[in-house]
């Protein structure tokens, strides 16, 4: 059964820090996503990582991908308040279907 | 195209009771979803579909879950004799074949609380 872990599960940061955010998954897999969920609102997507290396950016977000270390990070660079948030790995199956981590409560205070 | 549309976006119910949600997809999407979300976790996988064929189901769907595709288009999701448990976040996504996927879009969801 595919496994996977986010930490740190709650992250308060000062704005204009940098951070990162780390996923971990326990099968082997070659797409991932990284999603933004502000309460009581849906699932914004930002990325989808579909290859070993790949690194994607926007704005003050980078993603990357190590499907050999089964590692995924999320690099927030000089914070805002804006980006306050709950963020979400997940991780696809063979099956098309996606298994999610518990997510990254993100508080960015001035 | 405005995007994947749920209805309702609150359902309050007594134990007991039946429920049904409905999913409209973005209509050039053959794949449709559906995960459940409780407070604090991530969404967790219950069904999908492509176009009308449900190909699979999780075994977080009990007996008292049904989900149906008719015609490949809108979704709906019902849950019989509702439990406290089942309070949660209903949410619908839909996607293009998983082999071209590059993502999926979420619906706003269905909360429904269970007194």
């Known amino acids: 059964e595919l496994k996977v872990e986010q930490n740190p599960l709650f992250l308060s940061m000062q704005e204009g820090k940098n951070y990162t955010i780390y996923c971990n998954y326990s099968?082997?897999?070659?797409?991932l996503y990284w999603y933004r969920q502000d309460p009581g609102k849906s699932l914004e997507s930002l990325f989808v990582l579909l290859s070993n290396g790949a690194v994607k950016q926007e704005g003050r977000l980078m993603a990357s991908l190590d499907t050999k270390a089964r590692l995924s990070t999320l690099h927030i660079t000089a914070a805002v308040h804006d980006l306050s948030a709950t963020y979400f790995c997940a991780v696809d199956t063979n099956a098309g279907k996606s298994t999610f981590g518990d997510g990254t409560t993100l508080t960015v205070k001035p | 195209d405005t995007g994947v549309s749920q209805n309702p976006r609150h359902k309050i119910t007594k134990r007991g009771q039946n429920v049904t949600f409905r999913c409209d997809p973005i209509s050039e999407h053959n794949r449709l979803y559906w995960y459940r979300q409780t407070l604090g976790q991530g969404p967790e996988f219950l069904t999908y579909f492509q176009n009308e064929a449900q190909l699979e189901k999780s075994r977080l769907l009990s007996d008292r879950f049904s989900a149906e595709r008719p015609k490949g288009s809108f979704s709906t999701l019902e849950i019989q004799r509702t439990e406290q448990g089942d309070s949660a976040m209903y949410l619908c996504a839909s996607s293009f074949s998983w082999e071209g996927n590059y993502g999926y879009t979420f619906g706003s969801g269905t909360r429904l609380t269970v007194v």
């Open positions: 099968t082997t897999s070659d797409r």
